[in-house]
């Protein structure tokens, strides 16, 4: 005889609490703090996932290994970028009566004098100037 | 993995060539092409977590009946929740 249902896998517990906890990942992926998401997008982190990834197909199965998969692209999914304002932005509110802020002042305020309201990030990330070579102001290397 | 490739019976594998073929073209009609927006009904229902869920529960039913079919629709549901998601963050 052939047909009828086919009889579904022997689930071991440890696999359906992964599959579990790797399904409420993909569905919550939104609501993680964008500090994880950045870890999760920087390339420690993205070795990491692609490492849990490739064991959780090693090891639970190719659905595990899918699952993971899809859990990694909802949390890359939602990786703030720095792109223009936007309101997921950890935006840092300096309360004005703030005796801490008083002490410790940021630079732009020490220095250039400024009085911002808020700060949308304190990390900067800034890059060398590229091909100097010193001859010239802004002379370019090959021109 | 490699048994469940196989197909039962004709009618399985029917409704597996059926599958694929569907969700293929929702893919190609949906998350390829620029122009196509999703449907209003899609677009509102994505917001909510028990939707998502759902969307995860059928990616593994159809992993568990299907290899194919199962990894067609984790692409679906990925695109469709990045860009459906993606939107709800522009605006």
């Known amino acids: 005889m052939q047909g009828g249902a086919r009889p579904l896998p022997n689930v071991d517990a440890h696999e359906l609490v992964l599959g579990i906890l790797l399904g409420s990942v993909a569905v919550y992926a939104e609501s993680f703090p964008a500090a994880l998401l950045r870890f999760a997008d920087s390339i420690f982190g993205r070795v990491l996932l692609f490492t849990a990834v490739f064991f959780a197909a090693t090891y639970g199965g190719w659905v595990l290994g899918l699952l993971a998969a899809v859990a990694a692209a909802r949390m890359f999914q939602y990786v703030p970028r720095m792109e223009g304002f936007m309101s997921e932005f950890e935006v840092r509110v300096i309360p004005e009566d703030s005796k801490k802020h008083e002490v410790h002042r940021w630079y732009n305020e020490r220095v250039l004098g400024e009085h911002p309201y808020l700060y949308e990030s304190d990390v900067i990330e800034s890059e060398a100037v590229q091909g100097f070579t010193g001859r010239a102001p802004g002379a370019l290397t090959g021109l | ?91």
Do not use: F
């Open chain 2, 1 to 91: 993995m490699a048994d469940r490739m196989k197909a039962t019976d004709n009618l399985d594998s029917i409704l597996r060539l059926s599958a694929v073929v569907i969700i293929g073209l929702m893919i190609w009609n949906y998350s390829l092409v620029y122009h196509s927006p999703y449907p209003e009904k899609l677009v509102e229902l994505e917001q909510y977590p028990w939707w998502r869920a759902l969307l995860i529960i059928a990616i593994v039913l159809g992993a568990l009946w299907c290899p194919r079919v199962g990894v067609l629709v984790a692409l679906a549901a990925v695109l469709y929740m990045s860009d459906v998601g993606t939107m709800a963050i522009v605006s």
